[in-house]
């Protein structure tokens, strides 16, 4: 059973991220890479604001329904109000920044931000026609994705539209597939939703800061160097993330074997370094991927800024291994009760990352952030295991996993 259920979400993320690939591609080949670049921001933005108001209740809910209670209706109300906050506040910051007459319709886009509370829910194992309903997100995505390309000539207006109305549809169709893990018998107070923002805010900030991990590098971008290197910027990270579900597709599927061996150290240990190994050779995978194919394709479908893209992909592409190592890490962690070291590890990468791009981008250009990108992932996946004691033991674990082909 949990083969059938890692297998079906890896084949829909890896799906969902080759749709958001090519979308990444024809944004930039019929508009531009200013424009893609701007659209990057804004959407950028837009995770940010909307995860900072979700305010952890997603991983609340998901902890609860595993446990096999029900989340009762009054939260999921209330957690639909945030998304009219997140709205006000996109609204704002548009208004601010003053975009063209098109990008304010992106604001839309914050109304459908609670897909990520049912697609987790998703997850849980004993959902019914599972297979049906993966089957069908990729069908709406990849109807979604034919229906902009055939109106793309029609503009970033309609482009963000169609997004809207594709997010709107999924919500709906992902609502109905796991409705049976809400309540409306469960009586609920605005006391008893305090109860829950107390434990619910921790795991928040958690998910904050990994959210500006992966975006608050663009926006300095887009502050210090403008649209056009953001999009450059953001086309490579678009790859990079592509790849990435490759090696998380691999990474999720060892959480189970993991969690059964968390009793036994011995055991625990060697799951451990076969994570590490798997994850080495999901690397060398997706490095071969781009090294050949990759750069070709690159220079034949946009060759106007393929070198640039190219460069940063070269140093970009080695972070897929220790992002591997990193997420491993983390997993052990929360095996461990040890979620406290698992965020201030996050929050150290965020304020590293800020930092070194803040004072290098507007000296170095996209480069520095790039650099910036791997450092931070070279802490996440290795460093860190040496600084911190109780996770010492990893670095041989993961020394030895170099060596693949022994057992």
Same mark, same amino acid.
């Given at each position: 059973?949990?083969?059938?259920?890692?297998?079906?979400?890896?084949?829909?993320?890896?799906?969902?991220?080759?749709?958001?690939?090519?979308?990444?591609?024809?944004?930039?080949?019929?508009?531009?890479?200013?424009?893609?670049?701007?659209?990057?921001?804004?959407?950028?933005?837009?995770?940010?604001?909307?995860?900072?108001?979700?305010?952890?209740?997603?991983?609340?809910?998901?902890?609860?329904?595993?446990?096999?209670?029900? @989340?009762? &209706?009054? #939260?999921?109300?209330?957690? $639909? %109000?945030?998304?009219?906050?997140?709205?006000?506040?996109?609204? =704002? +910051? *548009?208004?601010?920044?003053?975009?063209?007459?098109?990008?304010?319709?992106?604001?839309?886009?914050?109304?459908?931000?609670?897909?990520?509370?049912?697609?987790?829910?998703?997850?849980?194992?004993?959902?019914?026609?599972?297979?049906?309903?993966?089957?069908?997100?990729?069908?709406?995505?990849?109807?979604?994705?034919? @229906?902009? &390309?055939? #109106?793309?000539?029609?503009? $970033? %207006?309609?482009?963000?539209?169609?997004?809207?109305?594709?997010? =709107? +549809? *999924?919500?709906?169709?992902?609502?109905?597939?796991?409705?049976?893990?809400?309540?409306?018998?469960?009586?609920?107070?605005?006391?008893?939703?305090?109860?829950?923002?107390?434990?619910?805010?921790?795991?928040?900030?958690?998910?904050?800061?990994?959210?500006?991990?992966?975006?608050?590098?663009?926006?300095?971008?887009?502050?210090?160097?403008?649209?056009?290197?953001?999009? $450059?910027?953001?086309?490579?990270?678009?790859?990079?993330?592509?790849?990435?579900? *490759?090696?998380?597709?691999?990474?999720?599927?060892?959480?189970?074997?993991?969690?059964?061996?968390?009793?036994?150290?011995?055991?625990?240990?060697?799951?451990?370094?076969?994570?590490?190994?798997?994850?080495?050779?999901?690397?060398?995978?997706?490095?071969?991927?781009?090294?050949?194919?990759?750069?070709?394709?690159?220079?034949?479908?946009?060759?106007?800024?393929?070198?640039?893209?190219?460069?940063?992909?070269?140093?970009?592409?080695?972070?897929?291994?220790?992002?591997?190592?990193?997420?491993?890490?983390?997993?052990?962690?929360?095996?461990?009760?040890?979620?406290?070291?698992?965020?201030?590890?996050?929050?150290?990468?965020?304020?590293?990352?800020?930092?070194?791009?803040?004072?290098?981008?507007?000296?170095?250009?996209?480069?520095?952030?790039?650099?910036?990108?791997?450092?931070?992932?070279?802490?996440?996946?290795?460093?860190?295991?040496?600084?911190?004691?109780?996770?010492?033991?990893?670095?041989?674990?993961?020394?030895?996993?170099?060596?693949?082909?022994?057992?």
């Amino acid at each position: 059973m949990f083969i059938k259920n890692t297998l079906l979400l890896s084949i829909e993320r890896i799906s969902r991220a080759g749709i958001a690939f090519l979308i990444s591609f024809m944004l930039t080949k019929y508009y531009g890479i200013d424009i893609y670049g701007m659209y990057a921001y804004y959407i950028a933005m837009l995770n940010i604001i909307c995860v900072s108001f979700s305010l952890g209740l997603d991983d609340y809910f998901i902890k609860e329904v595993a446990e096999g209670k029900k @989340i009762p &209706y009054f #939260f999921f109300f209330i957690r $639909i %109000l945030l998304l009219f906050l997140s709205f006000m506040t996109m609204s =704002v +910051f *548009l208004y601010l920044k003053e975009p063209p007459d098109d990008f304010f319709v992106i604001v839309l886009m914050t109304l459908t931000y609670i897909w990520n509370l049912f697609y987790l829910l998703l997850a849980i194992e004993n959902i019914k026609n599972k297979a049906w309903v993966v089957f069908n997100i990729i069908l709406i995505s990849a109807f979604s994705f034919i @229906i902009k &390309y055939v #109106f793309i000539e029609y503009g $970033i %207006l309609v482009f963000i539209i169609i997004s809207f109305l594709e997010g =709107v +549809f *999924l919500n709906i169709y992902l609502y109905l597939s796991v409705k049976s893990f809400f309540s409306f018998t469960e009586h609920k107070t605005w006391f008893d939703f305090y109860n829950v923002l107390k434990k619910s805010i921790p795991v928040g900030l958690a998910a904050l800061s990994i959210i500006l991990f992966y975006r608050v590098d663009q926006l300095i971008i887009e502050f210090y160097l403008g649209n056009i290197q953001l999009g $450059i910027y953001a086309l490579a990270s678009s790859i990079l993330l592509a790849l990435g579900y *490759l090696q998380s597709s691999f990474v999720t599927s060892m959480y189970g074997k993991l969690g059964k061996a968390n009793k036994n150290d011995d055991l625990l240990m060697k799951e451990l370094r076969f994570a590490y190994s798997g994850a080495i050779i999901v690397g060398i995978i997706c490095c071969i991927c781009y090294l050949f194919p990759g750069r070709y394709l690159l220079q034949k479908i946009i060759p106007e800024h393929s070198h640039n893209i190219i460069e940063l992909l070269n140093i970009g592409v080695f972070s897929i291994f220790f992002s591997g190592f990193g997420a491993i890490n983390a997993q052990y962690l929360f095996l461990r009760g040890m979620v406290g070291a698992r965020l201030l590890r996050t929050v150290f990468a965020v304020i590293f990352n800020v930092c070194w791009n803040l004072i290098l981008i507007p000296f170095y250009g996209t480069k520095s952030a790039i650099w910036g990108f791997l450092i931070t992932q070279v802490f996440m996946g290795v460093v860190f295991n040496i600084v911190d004691k109780n996770t010492r033991m990893l670095i041989k674990c993961q020394f030895y996993s170099i060596f693949i082909w022994k057992k």
